[in-house]
């Protein structure tokens, strides 16, 4: 089965409307809906006294209609009651001022308050509907970090000095691996540490990395705290939260292994012609996580409410957008939301039942989906390994984009992943994401974009790789503490590469810089060669005739970022043996097991070659020799012999 629906929110809706939604989601196809997700104040009206008896009703309804339940926890946004009792629980800007009550996720990730008042709604949720038929999988929280990334209040502060105390036992190896005789920063206790807030110049590095990593963990725990209490309850039961696609704020690395199943939210904008690329991007991410099938649990079925300008999708780009998800491994398509708003902040975000009800585009368009979702249930549960990899280490990110005290603040790790990405993606070319440390067997191109911070052990762990391996500027710097490695760049990676970056060479925004590889834009690098070869030499200016890509052996770094990887691309993927398709500009194909999906992000029809015969699993035609793909069309191709 691929799963089919979205959020349920029936509290905003008399009683009487849904047996309507019952009816409506039965004759769409519906089988899945996320629920309670911002229910606490409408659960708990006042400390331990509970109002079960809609949300009982909700939960046999969707029973009686074969729709299964993603029963949220509701501890996304806690209640007014509780706000006012304990206002201390809100959290805290850098500059000192507390939010107030009135929008959602409003809580401090380190109370113990909110977090014990969420542990017990938790647990009475899971009590009252453990038996429930209806119940497939716990929901806990929403969307992390959307917007409760961090706090700064005394609690914060409590916090995170135990988590300090924790990583470096004693304070003089705080104060070794934060360099604090730095400007006078010598600490002689735990206690006279504080969280970076607003300082008169630029915060320590080291400790802004380890803020970053602090505030990652402290809403784990949250996530954690619940998930104990849903699993002493229900021990069973399939237990998630929704990412938020590729964010900087949470190693998802970490956070996916505490996860049963990974779910995702995800809003391409049908405004940008090239969003399809970065969300794949991010698909592809959720697939790695935990190297098996993910769940796309929610997306928009036209326009969304929160950009400066709102563009609906255009006819058939619902579809699109759902096989796209499907062809990177999701086995389902959730949508936020099952009945559009008639107010709050999001009644103008779309929804597969709109404003307009049933005699509308956007109806007949989710009827539309319901019949493909059908047709393709045997793609559910397929998998396999893609030939190249790209590596992501939050860590490094979160060095990389310090926000000040570095040689340019131009250089992005998204901008990075998709300078490589996009010409593979372009090329269908399958790409899983892997951090350090990840078994490399299987791929014959290992691409690090950007390994800013680096380890020993991530070095040692590149050279593992059976194939080529590229690895993108300013990487090697620095250590886990954020302090230059001594040699300079690039550290432990000096041996794999076989050069060394005298000089860090950044470009203002747009000058460019010549290679024989095209032009370099953001980044280029003074290199000194060992025993490595120059692959291309910059060409003109202070640069003129030194090395910007060089290689040793297999592996290759690039010390500048390149305008165009694709020349250079090309060259690694025919050595990798890795075969590129031929493909319109604005086709993407997408191969899963042993399926092929096709899909045209173009205005336009295409045509393209078919290297094997197959059926399409959205009309049952066989097909051979080429496919023909109308505007915004899809084929999705059953390869022949494949059962």
Known sequence: MLRFGGDYNPEQ????????????????????????VFSWSRLEPDEGVHDFGWLDRVMDLLHAHGIDADLATATAT?????????PEMMPVNADGVRLEFGSRQGYCPSSPIYRAHAVRLARTIALRYREHPALKMWHIGNEYADHTLECFCDVSAAHF?????????????????????????????????????TAPGPVNPSQLLDWRRFCSDALLELFEAEKAALREVTPGLPVTTNFMSILHGLDYWKWSAAEDLVTDDAYPDPA????????????DLMRSLKRQPWLLLESAPSAVSWRAVNAPKPPGMMLLHSLQALAHGSDGVMFFQWRQARYGPEKFHSALLPHGGTDTRTWRETLQLGQALTALAEVAGSYEQAEVALVLDWDSWWGLEAPESMPSNRLKLKE?????????????????L???GRDLTGYRLVIAPNLYLCTEETAKWLATAPGQVVVGPFSGVVDPADQVHEGGAPGPLRELLGVSAEEFWPLHDGVRQQTGLGAARTWTEWLRLHDAEPVALYQGGELDGRPAVTRKGAATYVGCRLDDTTPLLLDLLARAGVEPMDLPEGVEAVRRAGYLFLLNHTASPQRLALASAGTDLLTRTPMHGHAELPPRGAVVLRVEGHQ
Request: proline share 10%; with cysteine.
């Open 13 to 36: 809706w008399p009683e009487e409307v849904w047996a309507e939604d019952m009816r409506l989601m039965a004759e769409a196809g519906v089988n899945m809906a996320t629920i309670a």
């Open 161 to 197: 000095r135990a988590w300090l105390e924790h990583r470096y036992a004693t304070i003089d190896g705080l104060n070794a691996a934060w360099g604090t005789s730095c400007w006078g920063q010598h600490y002689t206790g735990f206690d006279q540490v504080e969280p970076p807030r």
């Open 434 to 436: 892997v951090p350090p």
């Open 272 to 283: 940008d012609p090239s969003s399809h690329v970065a969300i794949a991007l991010s698909y």
């Open 78 to 86: 806690p209640p007014p009651w509780l706000v006012r009792r304990h």
């Open 416 to 432: 990075l992943l998709l300078d490589w990405y996009t010409p593979l993606h372009a090329r269908g070319i399958g790409v899983d």
